[in-house]
């Protein structure tokens, strides 16, 4: 089970860090932050997503997205930029970092969040050096279909990631032409749908999960 730091925080003995945070919200497309900002504040996702991305000029790179129960600082040289609309608890990193000091269960807490975060990273990075651009695209919808799929009446799953072909390119480190031409291809195979802009609907996770070696035939 993925570490879900809202979960924690809602329980009893965190009400003391949980009271310490204010609640935020965003309408869809807002930055909750910038690199320029020079807020520094820990944030988490209450309701909604965000994606993360570096800026350079009119070049972006999506880093990856948050969702319901992810935590994030504002003093990164990241934008943070809202998918749809969106609440966070935030507070300023030093009352964060006390109530974690008094409180060693919630140190206890943030240790295995914290740590179960800093996997995904690498696991990214990993996707982004070792693996093709197939793999990252499929890697990327079967983990969307796990975390935010709804089962379609019909069977399969729907997912919404709600991002533009080419910002899913972005976010899979491809061209637009590239991931269209994939999107096109597992189309035909009856595996994916496009249904709409960043919206698809699964016939067959395993078969997905298959392609990227993460289920066994």
Request: hydrophobic share 40%; proline share 2%; with cysteine.
């Amino acid at each position: 089970m993925e570490e879900n730091l809202l979960a924690h925080l809602q329980r009893p003995e965190f009400a003391q860090l949980y009271a310490a945070l204010k609640k935020r919200s965003y309408p869809k497309g807002a930055f909750i932050c910038r690199p320029e900002s020079g807020e520094n504040q820990i944030f988490v996702v209450a309701n909604g997503r965000a994606r993360v991305y570096l800026g350079y000029e009119d070049k972006e790179f999506n880093i990856g997205i948050l969702s319901k129960g992810d935590i994030y600082s504002t003093h990164t040289r990241a934008f943070v930029q809202s998918l749809d609309k969106i609440d966070v608890l935030t507070t300023d990193t030093e009352t964060f970092g006390q109530k974690m000091l008094d409180d060693p269960e919630v140190a206890k807490a943030m240790v295995g969040i914290l740590g179960s975060m800093l996997k995904n990273s690498f696991t990214i990075i990993e996707d982004l050096i070792f693996k093709d651009v197939h793999s990252r695209l499929v890697g990327l919808l079967v983990n969307e279909a796990k975390k935010h799929g709804i089962p379609a009446a019909e069977g399969g799953i729907i997912v919404k990631i709600d991002l533009s072909v080419e910002q899913i390119a972005f976010l899979v480190g491809s061209t637009r032409q590239t991931v269209s031409t994939f999107l096109n291809q597992l189309s035909r195979q009856g595996v994916v749908k496009k249904l709409g802009r960043g919206k698809f609907y699964i016939s067959d996770l395993g078969a997905l999960e298959i392609l990227i070696g993460t289920r066994s035939v």
